[in-house]
T-cell receptor, first 110, second 118 residues
């Protein structure tokens, strides 16, 4: 089976740093994705991790620990436009390919 | 122009009606997916297809059917709509590419169809 957990909501201040955690339990793990979704819009790809460690891309970084079933998305120098939901998704190497977590709604306050 | 399009963008229908949601893509991807999104539940997979005529059930396929007659099109049908099928529906495509020496599959989502079943 598969189970993906994320906090439901988070709040942070403009210019700050925020870490959004994701824990998962799954068989046939073949990578973890983070997507950003603004209200009423389609999810858009942010990052991909398949090996342990940190992947950095501009203001966004994503970390993976496969042994712990844990990932986080780190957002630096927060901007108001970063207010959105952040979806953690696990890719399996067979069957149902992508399993999404419930998403974390981030509010960035001035 | 959008690479993944969905029609209609909004639809209101009555219980018992059959309706079809269309998805088209110009990305040339073989893999296509249909998801529904409900508040607090995230995206759940309904059906997916890895090639023309290839159909696979996802997590919540009951009450839905799909058709993949061409690489660029993947349609979702609700045979007899019921109120708990009210949701936001997303179509997605994916490709496989080498990134940093690793094979990566990334999904690209359409703009969504907001469906209300009365």
């Amino acid at each position: 089976g598969q189970n993906i957990d994320q906090p439901t909501e988070m709040t942070a201040t403009e210019g700050a740093i925020v870490q959004i955690n994701c824990t998962y339990q799954t068989s046939g793990f073949n990578g973890l994705f983070w997507y950003q979704q603004h209200a009423g819009e389609a999810p858009t790809f942010l990052s991909y991790n398949v090996l342990d460690g940190l992947e950095e891309k501009g203001r966004f970084s994503s970390f993976l620990s496969r042994s712990k079933g844990y990932s986080y998305l780190l957002l630096k120098e927060l901007q108001m436009k970063d207010s959105a939901s952040y979806l953690c998704a696990v890719k399996k190497n067979y069957g149902q390919n992508f399993v999404f977590g419930p998403g974390t709604r981030l509010s960035v306050l001035p | 122009d959008a690479d993944v399009t969905q029609t209609p963008r909004n639809r209101i229908t009555k219980t018992g009606k059959r309706i079809m949601l269309e998805c088209s893509q110009t990305k040339g991807h073989d893999r296509m997916y249909w998801y529904r999104q409900d508040p607090g539940l995230g995206l759940r997979l309904i059906y997916y297809s890895f090639d023309v005529k290839d159909i696979n059930k996802g997590e919540i396929s009951d009450g839905y059917s799909v058709s993949r007659q061409a690489q660029a099109k993947f349609s979702l049908s609700l045979e007899s709509a019921i109120p708990n099928q009210t949701a936001l529906y997303f179509c997605a495509t994916s490709d496989l590419r080498l990134a940093g020496g690793r094979l990566q599959e990334t999904q690209y989502f359409g703009p969504g169809t907001r469906l209300l079943v009365l």
